[in-house]
């Protein structure tokens, strides 16, 4: 697949006009949008492209996605040899085969987006360990939503010496440490509301969203 539908500039997703939440969040949404439009186009056709889409299928979040595009004939296309696929390859299911995924649990865009988002973690990290504006720019987001937080760790652990990973992740974790704690204490007053003796004076709108907050936050 060509890289050069991928390539998102660093600073495009950490930037601070941007700043308005999980940037990985940001990051992976722009890669779907991406990759749905690029397969949804020419590259349909193309047989390289339709082996792996045929392979893999869809989600059921991305094939939703792409419903919602305009050219449903390169969908139809698509599904068409997909189905195919799975009526001659899949049928009965390969349980003897290790190793061998099964496309009731793959997805062409999930895949990509998930090797592209570890690339660009990658070149985060770096970037963030050898350039002191950017490593700020980084550890000052808004938040990471956990699983987010969790795997660029994980990335930079995996691709930094010791001493510079340390340092990111530290940062890191001090920034979600804060960003938690406040979600929690919000919590926390949602649940004074209905004590009685602190009733009304913890109804303020910050409590009053602090389930569904906590809730989206831990959903991502």
């Given amino acids: 697949m060509k890289e050069s539908i991928y390539t998102i500039p660093l600073t495009d997703i950490f930037?601070?006009?941007?700043?308005?939440?999980?940037?990985?969040?940001?990051?992976?949404?722009?890669?779907?949008?991406?990759?749905?439009?690029?397969?949804?186009?020419?590259?349909?056709?193309?047989?390289?492209?339709r082996m792996e889409t045929n392979k893999y299928g869809f989600c059921a979040?991305?094939?939703?996605?792409?419903?919602?595009?305009?050219?449903?004939?390169?969908?139809?296309?698509m599904l068409e040899t997909h189905l195919d696929e799975l009526m001659n390859e899949y049928m009965p299911p390969q349980t003897k085969k290790k190793g061998t995924e099964s496309?009731?649990?793959t997805c062409f865009v999930c895949r990509e987006v998930d090797r592209v988002?570890?690339?660009?973690l990658q070149n985060a990290a770096r970037t963030a360990a050898s350039d002191p504006d950017f490593f700020q720019l980084v550890c000052g987001q808004e938040f990471y939503c956990f699983s987010h937080y969790d795997l660029f760790c994980r990335i930079i652990a995996d691709t930094l010496p010791k001493k510079q990973a340390n340092q990111l992740?530290?940062?890191?974790?001090?920034?979600?440490?804060?960003?938690?704690?406040?979600?929690?204490d919000d919590v926390h007053a949602f649940t004074l509301m209905f004590d009685y003796r602190s009733k009304g004076q913890n109804e303020?709108?910050?409590a009053k969203?602090?389930?569904?907050?906590?809730v989206m936050y831990l959903s991502k």
């Fill in 209 to 214: 969203q602090a389930v569904a907050q906590a």
């Fill in 169 to 184: 992740i530290t940062a890191l974790t001090e920034r979600t440490k804060s960003y938690l704690q406040s979600l929690r």
């Fill in 117 to 120: 988002s570890e690339k660009f």
């Fill in 61 to 77: 979040t991305h094939l939703e996605a792409m419903i919602q595009q305009k050219n449903r004939l390169s969908l139809a296309l």
């Fill in 204 to 206: 303020n709108e910050r």
């Fill in 103 to 105: 496309p009731a649990h």
């Fill in 15 to 49: 930037k601070k006009e941007t700043n308005d939440g999980c940037p990985i969040c940001r990051m992976r949404q722009m890669l779907e949008n991406r990759c749905i439009e690029y397969i949804m186009g020419a590259a349909m056709m193309e047989p390289d492209i």
